[in-house]
């Protein structure tokens, strides 16, 4: 691979997840002038708009998988994309951002409580290290108050919603593609959302940076993202292309203390790279799993291969 393909590569990973990183000051910044739903109304408004123009985003999809899709417009874009900015009423941005890195976590738990079947050991021990992450980071949140709590709570839910997302959206893009599933979730979203949100956006106090936080929240975070997932899954695979999740909460934090000042607990950040390691370790694990599984299918077909040559020279 040469030195132009390399950074090419990289770009395309690091682009989605310095952008969702940095969604969560935006977020922040955006409230400044409009409510929760106002926040998640125009995210979702200007996204549609941003992916609106890409011919593989208006290719048509399978009738069938409407149901999934209007599903994925509640539990990936409406019902999440509502609880951060609500959460972060009671949190900081950055505790929301590195939050998020359990992530890969609840939809491997989800994936497992839909297919019945427990993870392996290797697995589970990702998925622990990584929630164990995930509770030291909340631990100095949860100490603030009731009102920290319930952010907390909600950052959850979101992340719940999001494993259930992802487990529903995974054989819908690959039946239709990434980008016309996306464009259509972010209409049922629109679609779901415009009630409250055009209450919240009508009774808003604009000035400039918020404005310019919500347009850059719903062209990017979005918008753009999707777009540049899309094309890193299409070139390096899905698998390799989520490690740029890895990138949010680093994102999310270094601009949550020094672009909003906030004050994040050294045990916060501490839980936030365990949480990342045990994301890792439940990556690879997986990965390892993949690789195997698929030698032992290509050796068997190898075997399927060899009988029907001899039964082929029998017959002969």
């Not at 980071?137 to 920290?148: C, D, K, W």
């Not at 992802?166 to 239709?176: K, V």
């Not at 390096?236 to 906030?262: K, Y």
Request: proline letters at 5%.
């Amino acid at each position: 691979m040469t030195f132009k393909a390399e950074k090419s590569e990289w770009l395309l990973l690091a682009v989605p997840g310095l952008i969702w990183g940095a969604s969560f000051l935006f977020i922040a910044e955006g409230m400044r002038a409009v409510g929760p739903f106002g926040v998640t109304f125009v995210r979702v408004s200007i996204g549609l708009v941003t992916l609106s123009p890409f011919p593989s985003a208006r290719k048509p999809i399978s009738r069938s998988d409407w149901k999934g899709v209007v599903w994925l417009g509640v539990l990936w874009l409406a019902f999440p994309l509502t609880m951060f900015p609500f959460a972060e009423r009671h949190v900081t941005s950055a505790l929301t951002g590195m939050l998020n890195g359990a992530n890969p976590l609840f939809t491997a738990i989800v994936a497992s409580a839909i297919s019945r079947r427990s993870p392996s050991r290797r697995v589970m021990a990702g998925i622990g290290v990584g929630m164990g992450g995930a509770i030291l980071m909340a631990i100095p949140a949860m100490h603030t108050g009731q009102s920290s709590a319930a952010g907390i709570g909600m950052i959850v839910a979101a992340l719940i919603s999001y494993g259930v997302a992802l487990n529903i959206a995974s054989p819908l893009q690959q039946r239709n593609g990434a980008l016309p599933v996306i464009w259509r979730a972010q209409m049922v979203a629109l679609l779901l959302t415009a009630p409250l949100g055009l209450s919240d956006v009508l009774a808003a106090h604009w000035t400039l940076w918020p404005v310019l936080a919500l347009l850059t929240l719903g062209a990017l975070g979005t918008g753009v993202a999707h777009v540049v997932m899309s094309v890193a899954a299409g070139s390096f695979g899905a698998t390799r292309a989520s490690a740029t999740t890895f990138l949010i909460p680093g994102v999310a934090l270094v601009l949550g203390v020094f672009v909003r000042h906030e004050n994040v607990a050294l045990l916060s950040v501490l839980g936030s790279g365990v949480c990342a390691a045990g994301a890792w370790l439940m990556r690879r694990a997986r990965s390892s799993e993949d690789a195997h599984n698929s030698s032992i299918l290509a050796n068997q077909g190898s075997l399927l291969n060899n009988a029907e040559l001899q039964e082929c020279e029998q017959g002969g």
